[in-house]
């Protein structure tokens, strides 16, 4: 069974990083798409990065210049690099992934999801 195991998230002072990874594991062929979303209570999870099957990256506006997504396909797992943290970024954050497991076979998942607080 497929599952995706996210670490790396904690309490960093304002000004710092944090660097979050999203392995999958199980047997896959390799991860196509990958995203990173977070949510606040009250709020809806909303998307901050992510990496298409080419290798395209997105952001949202508020996290671009700070925030890097990457994937390593020999190791099956996505990172999110978040620098120049902020307050308004703390958050629960999820890794989601479209995963091919065979030729015939893409299911998409969520990971756990981590909490990331920035403190002032």
């Known amino acids: 069974q497929v599952q995706l195991v996210e670490s790396g998230g904690g309490l960093v002072q304002a000004g710092g990083s944090l660097r979050r990874s999203c392995a999958a594991s199980?047997?896959?062929?390799?991860?196509?798409?990958l995203g990173w979303f977070r949510q606040t209570p009250g709020k809806q999870r909303e998307l901050v990065a992510s990496m298409a099957e080419s290798g395209i990256t997105r952001y949202a506006d508020s996290v671009k210049g700070r925030f890097t997504i990457s994937r390593d396909n020999t190791e099956n797992t996505g990172y999110l690099q978040m620098n120049s943290l902020k307050p308004d970024d703390s958050a629960v954050y999820y890794c989601n992934a479209v995963v091919r497991i065979n030729v015939l076979d893409i299911r998409g998942y969520w990971g756990q999801g981590t909490q990331v607080t920035v403190s002032s």
């Open positions: 199980g047997s896959i062929l390799a991860i196509n798409n």
